[in-house]
């Protein structure tokens, strides 16, 4: 039996990963990428405490967390394209109309 | 288990769920916006009156607990409920007139304001992650609507790569606060809260998650931008409806769940309250932009609701209910001119300088425009005025002085931004003669009703106010305060 800390700290790793990807990457696509990777990591976190407690409110909870993550994929990418469109690359420095 | 008794409980949002897949179901089989708009109309009224009703029915909890009904909940219903309501009324001459009106507008309208019933009456974390996501994955593909709009899908870009990391944040303080306390219903993580790292950082990660969707400062960024790019009138919608239910899901998660023995979490609003407030009033001064001015005046007010979520006590959150009910009213107003202006052809009306004039080609616009504003400053017959008032009494009563005298100095501030606008309507020459294109009835007797709302709550504020004082009953204060 492999205790539940080696899965919290894999989960808090991973979840580290991804929020540094946010903020370092520069396409759009990636940065998204980044974001689901942070919601998967906490996914683990959540199945590792259902386990550990035994009661599966947690994984009731990754359910919606997956169901969620792919309509965020739908709109998401959905607005990437609107944005290619328009700029004909995906990279967040060009999105520059607005500021301050 | 009793599934007609728990439907009826949450009748208002399973009207308005099912409304929007109807509407949407319409939309697919024949292009009418008429009878799409018109079964809107009627659905968010309907759940209007029903959840006016409530709130003067008996409290209690439905669908093994996950929501409940009555009272707090029942308020923030109303509120979103009415924000959605006079929001889509004047939405259908402005996305007209712009001619962009969609059928999924109103369809995405609804669904996302199933999502802000099921957060404001929240009882389980799962609640209030399924709402929240609900309400915002609709609005990001709401601020981008108008198809080929620069301006729009870069606005949908950010609020959406933002909101989605925010995602992240508040899904992972709710699996860490699941983990300290093995629930995930917020009154059982109440009982099991402590002050070890997993329940702090749990709580603490939630917050920032509430905090960015709620746009205080330091998450504040992607605000003035979202609102700038989005349609007027779909904006007003944003800054009234979805910071109502946020803000109503954050006060049942301060108030039920997060006890303040386990951490200091007032002094946490605090230093917020303080950083949103100055920030939103300091940046909204240099704004020339009338949207982006409203974002940041919307940043600013947030602040105020948090200094009534600091204080902590049953008289600042009844205060911050009825701010939000106040706020609601005046800035569906402001952006609803805002609308009627911006879509005249000729010039750019978003921008305050092409406001000079103004007031006088237009006497009605104008007046009403001034109505709103000086309620958004806090002048005292309107209804924002009372709302500040309430806020500011209950920040001094619980002993927050120096976050008092903030947010009165923050407020002094902010006159000048409201009142600019002003003074370019009425006190100086119009430079270019631009001809206004008349309102039509529905457009103009919705900002009526509007301004006479901020009017008459203004004024006869004492029963909406001690109906939410007596949310907060004498058990309720004795469990809180009394620890």
């Keep these: 039996m492999i205790s539940i800390d080696w899965f919290l700290a894999l989960s808090a790793l991973l979840f580290c990963v991804g929020m540094i990807g946010v903020l370092v990457r520069k396409n759009a696509i990636v940065i998204f990428m980044c974001v689901e990777l942070m919601l998967n990591a906490v996914n683990l976190s959540l199945v590792s405490f259902s386990s550990h407690y035994g009661n599966v409110d947690g994984q009731i909870l990754v359910f919606f967390a997956l169901a969620v993550a792919a309509a965020e994929a739908v709109v998401g990418l959905a607005i990437i394209i609107a944005i290619f469109r328009n700029n004909l690359s995906v990279d967040i420095n060009n999105v520059n109309l607005m500021r301050w | ?483």
């Design chain 2, 1 to 483: 288990m009793d599934y007609l008794h728990d439907i009826n409980a949450f009748l208002p949002g399973v009207i308005v769920a099912l409304a929007g897949l109807v509407t949407i179901t319409i939309d697919a089989y024949k292009n009418d916006h008429g009878s799409i708009y018109g079964l809107t109309v009627f659905s968010l009224l309907a759940g209007l009156i029903l959840s006016v009703m409530d709130m003067f029915g008996p409290v209690g909890e439905a669908f093994t607990g996950m929501i409940t009904y009555g009272g707090v909940s029942a308020f923030g219903s109303s509120v979103v409920l009415f924000g959605a309501l006079f929001c889509v009324l004047i939405s259908r001459e402005y996305l007209s007139a712009i001619d962009h009106e969609y059928g999924e507008v109103y369809s995405l309208l609804l669904i996302a304001t199933a999502g802000m019933l099921g957060l404001v009456s929240a009882n389980n974390l799962i609640m209030i992650f399924i709402g929240i996501e609900t309400m915002s994955i609709c609005l990001y593909v709401l601020a981008g609507i108008i198809k080929g709009q620069k301006i729009g899908a870069e606005a949908s870009l950010k609020y959406f790569l933002l909101g989605a990391f925010s995602t992240g944040f508040l899904l992972y303080g709710m699996a860490l606060l699941y983990g300290a306390t093995g629930s995930l219903y917020l009154t059982e993580i109440a009982e099991g809260a402590s002050s070890d790292l997993l329940f702090i950082a749990g709580a603490a990660l939630l917050l920032v998650g509430f905090f960015f969707k709620v746009s205080a400062v330091p998450f504040h960024m992607w605000t003035p931008d979202v609102y700038q790019g989005t349609p007027t009138t779909i904006t007003a919608y944003m800054a009234t409806a979805s910071k109502s239910a946020a803000f109503v899901a954050l006060l049942i998660v301060l108030s039920k769940m997060i006890p303040a023995e386990t951490a200091n979490w007032a002094g946490v609003i605090e230093v917020i309250a303080i950083l949103t407030m100055v920030m939103g009033n300091l940046i909204a001064i240099v704004q020339d932009n009338i949207k982006r001015m409203l974002a940041y005046s919307s940043i600013a007010h947030a602040g105020y609701l948090l200094v009534g979520l600091a204080a902590g006590t049953p008289e600042g959150y009844s205060a911050v209910l009825f701010y939000l009910f106040a706020y609601t009213i005046m800035n569906i107003g402001a952006f609803g001119v805002v609308a009627y202006y911006e879509r005249q052809q000729g010039l750019d009306f978003t921008d305050i300088n092409n406001y000079v004039g103004l007031g006088f080609k237009k006497p009605l616009m104008g007046v009403l425009l001034s109505f709103f504003l000086f309620s958004l400053v806090g002048i005292p017959p309107f209804v924002g005025f009372v709302g500040k008032y309430l806020i500011f009494a209950a920040a001094i009563n619980a002993g927050y002085i120096a976050l008092a005298v903030i947010l009165a100095l923050a407020s002094a501030a902010s006159v000048y931004y409201y009142l600019r606008p002003m003074v370019y309507m009425y006190f100086k020459d119009p430079h270019k003669d631009v001809p206004l294109v008349r309102s039509g009835i529905v457009f103009r007797s919705t900002l009526v009703v509007l301004a006479a709302l901020t009017l008459y709550f203004g004024i006869a504020f004492g029963d909406l106010h001690n109906l939410l004082s007596s949310f907060y009953t004498a058990d309720w204060v004795t469990h809180l305060v009394g620890q």
